[in-house]
């Protein structure tokens, strides 16, 4: 199955500071998703990032399809951007597509 | 807006006890997938559909049975619970309408304990 490994796995910064969070995966995909999982367990979808670039406030993310990987940009962190921030993928397979989890990056942002 | 609802939110068995967790959603979604979440590691797929019906196998499928009986229903069976199922389990859906490449959307989260 596809591979999708995350980097760096814990990452702990001072309030105020940028962050870039990377996801490379091992195959061609036609879905990738960026997702934060808060300090109570629940995930909050960020980005819909097949390809391209989108931001949203102090939250961007770029995806370059052909070589395989993802960016999440974090700026201007804040203590309630603390938590585990996933990024899944999904390998075409007409009609039995699996969104497959990466191995998660721990951000930890410090007042 | 309900979304992706997970029945119950926390649950604790006795080895060997049986227990069914419901996922519900709300928007006409066509596939559905159940996932679980060990302490400090990723998720894990355990079983998903691709529509009403339907079920197939993930990652780590063994010690549970899925039934999708309904399209907005997915159920996940644990016929007989052992400790090593203690863990955190995750619904999630997608492709309403059949469309392809769309968004997934997740449940709260089931909290479960076997002693």
């Known amino acids: 199955g596809i591979q999708v490994e995350q980097s760096p796995p814990d990452l702990i910064l001072q309030e105020g500071a940028n962050s870039t969070l990377r996801c490379n995966f091992s195959d061609s995909v036609n879905n990738l998703q960026w997702f934060h999982q808060n300090p109570w367990g629940q995930l909050i979808n960020l980005f819909y990032i097949p390809s391209g670039t989108k931001q949203n406030g102090r939250l961007s993310a770029t995806t370059v399809a052909t070589e395989r990987y993802s960016l999440l940009y974090i700026s201007s962190s804040q203590t309630t951007d603390s938590g585990v921030y996933f990024c899944a993928v999904v390998k075409p397979n007409f009609g039995n597509e699996k969104l497959t989890f990466g191995t998660g990056t721990r951000l930890t942002i410090i007042p | 807006n309900a979304g992706v609802t997970q029945t119950p939110k926390f649950r604790v068995l006795k080895t060997g006890q049986s227990m069914t967790l419901l996922c519900a959603q709300d928007?006409?979604?066509?596939?559905m997938y159940w996932y679980r979440q060990d302490p400090g590691m990723g998720l894990r797929l355990i079983h998903y559909?691709?529509?009403?019906?339907?079920?197939a196998k993930g990652e780590v499928p063994d010690g549970y049975n899925v039934s999708r009986l309904k399209k907005q229903n997915f159920l996940l069976g644990l016929e007989s619970a052992a400790p090593s199922q203690t863990s955190v389990y995750f619904c999630?859906?997608?492709?309403?309408?059949?469309?392809?490449?769309?968004?997934?959307?997740f449940g709260q989260g089931t909290r479960l304990t076997v002693v």
């Open positions: 559909s691709v529509g009403e019906g339907t079920t």
């Open positions: 928007m006409n979604h066509e596939y």
């Open positions: 999630a859906s997608s492709y309403p309408n059949r469309v392809p490449n769309t968004e997934a959307f």
